[in-house]
């Protein structure tokens, strides 16, 4: 079955980007959408943006720092996050996304990302 | 984007039942059938145990059911089991092809 993973630095500096890779197995990465969503004690689970072989899509509220693609040769997700605050640590995910339907299966173990000097 | 509204906490005995509530807008719960409800243990990823409202993916308990009316989704879990002890979180489809959570409840379990 299809198995996500999430890698990437897990201390990122305030003002600087964030970025996380997801390694797709099992499974096919070009017939679907892949999201990745984030989870703080703050916020709880928030959606970031999702990527598919012909477009994305992002969290309005995050449009303007964030950017998400697709490796298809490596079946690897990437996200990125600019200009990163306190505010943007969490528990990072990666999902493959069930496009309209927009429900999640399966997850990612999620990435501790905290912002910190 | 303001997240769907859903009570903190909730709490039931073994073997009762209980319905956790998800409110948002026409924009988003009230539009398309394309609710969602996630179960999420501690130091776990959410697992999804509802989508499109009221269907249940294959493995996922009978015990667990989706209903929609207007604005408002919501979760049952009957025959309250200790396992079931989580935090549950709805998440909608919305008019502008983005996806919103809810704040999340905690279920207990007494």
């Known amino acids: 079955q299809v198995q996500l993973q999430e890698a990437g630095p897990r201390v990122v500096k305030p003002s600087e980007t964030l970025s996380l890779t997801c390694t797709v197995s099992?499974?096919?990465?070009?017939?679907?959408?892949w999201s990745w969503i984030r989870q703080s004690p703050r916020k709880g689970l928030e959606w970031i943006g999702y990527?598919?072989?012909?477009?994305?899509k992002y969290n309005p509220s995050l449009k303007d720092r964030v950017s998400i693609s697709m490796d298809t040769s490596k079946k690897q997700l990437s996200m990125r996050l600019t200009s990163v605050t306190a505010a943007d640590t969490a528990v990072y995910y990666c999902?493959?996304?069930?496009?309209?339907?927009?429900?999640?299966?399966?997850w990612g173990q999620g990435a501790l990302v905290t912002v910190s000097s | 984007q303001s997240a769907l509204t859903q009570p903190a906490s909730v709490s039931g005995s073994p073997g009762q039942s209980i319905t956790i509530s998800c409110t948002g807008t026409?924009?988003?719960?009230?539009?398309?059938?394309?609710v969602s409800w996630y179960q999420q243990h501690p130091g776990k990823a959410p697992k999804v145990v509802i989508y499109?409202?009221?269907v249940r993916p294959s493995g996922v308990s009978t015990r667990f059911s989706g209903s929609k009316s207007g604005n408002t989704a919501s979760l049952t879990i009957s025959g309250l089991q200790a396992e079931d002890e989580a935090d549950y979180y709805c998440?909608?489809?919305?008019?502008?092809?983005?996806?919103?959570f809810g704040g999340g409840t905690k279920l207990t379990v007494l």
């Open positions: 026409s924009s988003d719960v009230g539009g398309d059938n394309f």
């Open positions: 099992g499974g096919s990465i070009v017939s679907f959408y």
């Open positions: 999902a493959r996304d069930r496009s309209l339907s927009a429900w999640f299966e399966p």
């Open positions: 990527v598919s072989y012909i477009e994305t």
């Open positions: 499109e409202v009221t």
């Open positions: 998440c909608s489809f919305t008019a502008d092809k983005t996806r919103i």
